[in-house]
């Protein structure tokens, strides 16, 4: 069965960085894009960023554009995030989600999602 | 951007209710639009696709209907497991994806 497990989060200060991970089983992880979307406390769902299968393209929300970046490691089957520059407005969990489309651009929605994993940006 | 915007933002009803949640788009999306379920604490689970295919595995009171800037998603007897927060979803603008606010369906 598909599997996807985040890990990485954690408390940072402004202007830190965080790299978060996100281990997928049960699925050839190289024949998806994958997703995150992330979650403020109370709030609803922001898409954030988008990998195609082969990472050949990468898209970003405005609101992490130039901040967050991407990757995956196919031989790994792990999808990444590096944050930088966080904010606290950045503060939210943050899910990995695999689209649906196979060898191809992106579907746009969400077949399978981690449990996620937390990210406070505080001092 | 295409907005979405759900109503109502939360309802109470008793299990055995039928059950309608609406969708509007702030331009066409074609049938471009899931619908996810979310428990608290636990993540989004998709329940439909394509406004109204259902996910494999997902009961058959859940359906969803409509195109162009209309959707609904229905519930048709409301069962315990039932009680969480809704969202809508579109995919009709590659490659940025938004969501509905949500809709938390609360037991009277």
């Known amino acids: 069965q598909v599997q996807l497990v985040e890990s990485g989060g954690g408390v940072v200060q402004p202007g830190g960085s965080l790299r978060l991970s996100c281990a997928a089983s049960?699925?050839?992880?190289?024949?998806?894009?994958m997703h995150w979307v992330r979650q403020a406390p109370g709030k609803g769902l922001e898409w954030v960023a988008f990998?195609?299968?082969?990472?050949?393209?990468?898209y970003y929300a405005d609101s992490v554009k130039g901040r967050f970046t991407i990757s995956r490691d196919n031989s790994k089957n792990t999808l990444y995030l590096q944050m930088n520059s966080l904010r606290a407005e950045d503060t939210a969990v943050y899910y990995c989600?695999?689209?649906?489309?196979?060898?191809?651009?992106?579907?746009?929605?969400?077949?399978?999602w981690g449990q996620g994993t937390l990210v406070t940006v505080s001092s | 951007a295409i907005r979405m915007t759900q109503s109502p933002s939360s309802l109470s009803a008793s299990t055995g209710d039928r059950v309608t949640i609406t969708c509007r788009a702030s331009q066409g999306i074609s049938s471009y639009l899931a619908w996810y379920q979310q428990k608290p604490g636990k993540a989004p689970k998709l329940l439909i696709y394509?406004?109204?295919t259902l996910q494999s595995g997902v009961p058959s009171r859940f359906s969803g209907s409509g195109s162009g800037t209309d959707f609904t998603l229905t519930i048709s007897c409301l069962q315990s497991e039932d009680f969480a927060t809704y969202y809508c979803q579109q995919y009709y603008s590659y490659p940025t994806w938004t969501f509905g606010q949500g809709t938390k369906v609360e037991i009277k």
């Open positions: 049960g699925f050839t992880f190289s024949s998806y894009g």
């Open positions: 394509a406004a109204s």
């Open positions: 989600a695999k689209d649906p489309g196979l060898n191809r651009a992106a579907a746009g929605y969400f077949d399978y």
């Open positions: 990998i195609r299968y082969d990472g050949s393209n990468k």
